[in-house]
């Protein structure tokens, strides 16, 4: 063999060997990629199995137990409930809440507390109580004052934590976010300020520990009176405990205060009747004459005066307004103003009844009695305003236009009495 063809045979061998070389490197190099492959795709399927495991104990209800962490607390939410949202809270709350759904009546707000899109709570604000002696002793409050201003305060009348998120620091949290937004939330709907918060507890259940850890005051226990169509129930039941929080700094002086404009209050005060009051009432009207026919009375004058007169008090409007206030009365109420009694029911004058009465008595004998009736209950004024007007389309058989004087007190912003004139042309 000669010297080219032994350096040929070498060069072939060595080229074969670097092929196999090659082809052993490539293999392990493919082995290894193939394997790196397989150690990521596990680590990422893992990875993915963790973050959804960690989800899954986020945003399970049953799990919350073990998440459920300050951090989380810092993430609910406290919102109106939406229109089309209030079916699911009417659901919720008949299902979940031990006194059942309440209907909105009145100025009510509802509030639902979330985390995430998970709803958490339920609350309900509505209108306070008409008497509670506690609260009523603690504000101040006298019966000139009290029923004006009784749209100050509102009562937190249902407070629901959903099953599943009984856990530390919820309810308190739920109320304190809250009551950060009532007040802006109470004025865009309503057109008022709201200076005072109530709750009513039952001992039998709770022990008002999520009230107290949100800085209510507890100002002691109801009579264990309840409301009933008849009036109040004769008999005691559990008395509740009386939660308060303010608003505002010091409501009960705002809340006692004459001023009315610096409480934003708008249109003449209301009062609430006592039942001396109502019960003394139609005797100021037994002596006006009845100007109706005999035939056909089914109601004394004195006891239809009577009830225009105590619906005008309160705030009614109308005679519609006022024959709704006489059918909203209970029985002890109907009784004192002296409405009779058919069957076993007291009967209260129609709305037709009261216009019918009220355009043929005698105006200046009315004024007269009514200006009795202020003489003895009606807060005193220091100052008189004297204002006058022209009513509209009212002119006389020589074509001059009524100008009417009125005397108002500063205080009660009563009408003492009123001079109609038709003297300037």
């Known amino acids: 063999m000669s010297k080219d063809q032994v350096k040929g045979t070498v060069k072939n061998i060595a080229d074969k060997v670097q092929q196999e070389a090659g082809k052993l490197m490539g293999s392990k190099e493919q082995e290894a990629k193939g394997q790196l492959k397989q150690i990521l795709g596990q680590a990422e399927k893992r990875l993915g199995d963790a973050e959804e495991a960690i989800n899954h104990i986020r945003y399970n209800p049953a799990m919350q137990c073990f998440f459920f962490t300050s951090a989380a607390l810092s993430e609910l939410h406290v919102r109106l409930v939406e229109r089309h949202e209030e079916p699911r809270y009417k659901e919720q709350m008949a299902q979940h809440h031990y006194l059942g759904d309440l209907s909105k009546i009145g100025e009510t707000l509802w509030y639902v507390a979330t985390w995430g899109e998970q709803w958490v709570a339920l609350l309900s604000i509505s209108a306070a109580a008409l008497k509670c002696g506690v609260r009523d002793r603690w504000i101040g409050w006298d019966f000139t004052s009290q029923y004006g201003r009784l749209k100050l305060v509102a009562n937190n009348s249902r407070f629901l934590i959903l099953p599943e998120w009984h856990h530390p620091n919820v309810g308190s949290r739920v109320l304190s976010l809250m009551q950060r937004r009532l007040v802006s939330d109470w004025r865009a709907r309503f057109g008022h300020p709201v200076l005072l918060l109530e709750t009513f507890v039952d001992p039998q259940r709770f022990h008002g520990g999520v009230y107290r850890a949100s800085n209510w005051t507890e100002l002691g226990l109801t009579q264990g009176y309840r409301r009933t169509r008849s009036g109040y129930s004769e008999q005691h039941h559990s008395p509740k405990r009386v939660f308060v929080y303010p608003l505002c700094r010091n409501p009960q002086k705002l809340l006692t205060q004459a001023d009315r404009e610096q409480l934003q209050l708008t249109g003449k005060p209301n009062i609430m009747l006592t039942a001396d009051q109502m019960r003394i009432l139609p005797d100021f009207f037994s002596d006006i004459p009845d100007p109706r026919s005999r035939s056909g009375r089914r109601h004394r004058l004195s006891v239809v005066l009577s009830i225009a007169a105590g619906a005008t008090l309160c705030g009614m409007k109308g005679y519609k307004a006022m024959a709704g206030w006489a059918q909203d009365l209970g029985d002890k109420a109907l009784a004192r103003l002296g409405c009779r009694r058919k069957e076993g029911r007291f009967e209260v004058p129609s709305e037709s009844v009261i216009r019918d009465v009220l355009i043929r008595v005698d105006p200046a004998v009315l004024d007269c009695a009514l200006q009795k009736w202020n003489e003895a209950f009606a807060p005193k004024d220091s100052s008189i305003a004297v204002d006058g007007k022209t009513m509209c389309n009212a002119i006389d058989d ?28």
């Open 398 to 425: 020589k074509g001059r236009q009524t100008h009417i004087m009125s005397a108002v007190g500063h205080t009660s912003a009563i009408c003492y009495t009123q001079k109609k004139s038709a003297l300037c042309p």
